[in-house]
């Protein structure tokens, strides 16, 4: 069974930046789109980044600007770029790949913006 993992997260102050890197462990065929998505306590989970298989991407408006998702090839992990964090940029981000017969996710990754 194909698992996603995440890594790069981790502590950084404010004003810095980190790159999430998500791989598959396996092949996924024929994939929609692949997305980064953050959880922060107290609050649902909500979408950051997506970047569909023909490589349109899009982004939160509270992150437009700042970060980048983006992939070479079919074969490559996926990665976000997250620059100019803020405190509000603490969360958990799980990456996810959506297929036409499964939604994939990762275990996610724990990112703090702090001083």
């Known amino acids: 069974q194909v698992q996603l993992v995440e890594s790069g997260g981790g502590l950084v102050q404010p004003g810095g930046s980190l790159r999430l890197s998500c791989a598959a462990s396996?092949?996924?065929?024929?994939?929609?789109?692949m997305a980064w998505y953050r959880q922060a306590p107290g609050k649902e989970r909500e979408l950051v980044a997506v970047?569909?298989?023909?490589?349109?991407?899009n982004y939160a408006d509270s992150v437009k600007g700042r970060f980048t998702i983006s992939r070479n090839n079919a074969k490559s992990p996926m990665y976000l770029q997250m620059n100019t964090l803020k405190p509000d940029d603490t969360a958990v981000y799980y990456c996810?790949?959506?297929?036409?017969?499964?939604?994939?996710w990762g275990q996610g990754t724990q990112v703090t913006v702090s001083s």
């Open positions: 996810n790949v959506n297929s036409p017969n499964r939604n994939y």
């Open positions: 396996g092949p996924i065929f024929r994939i929609n789109s």
């Open positions: 970047i569909t298989g023909g490589g349109t991407t």
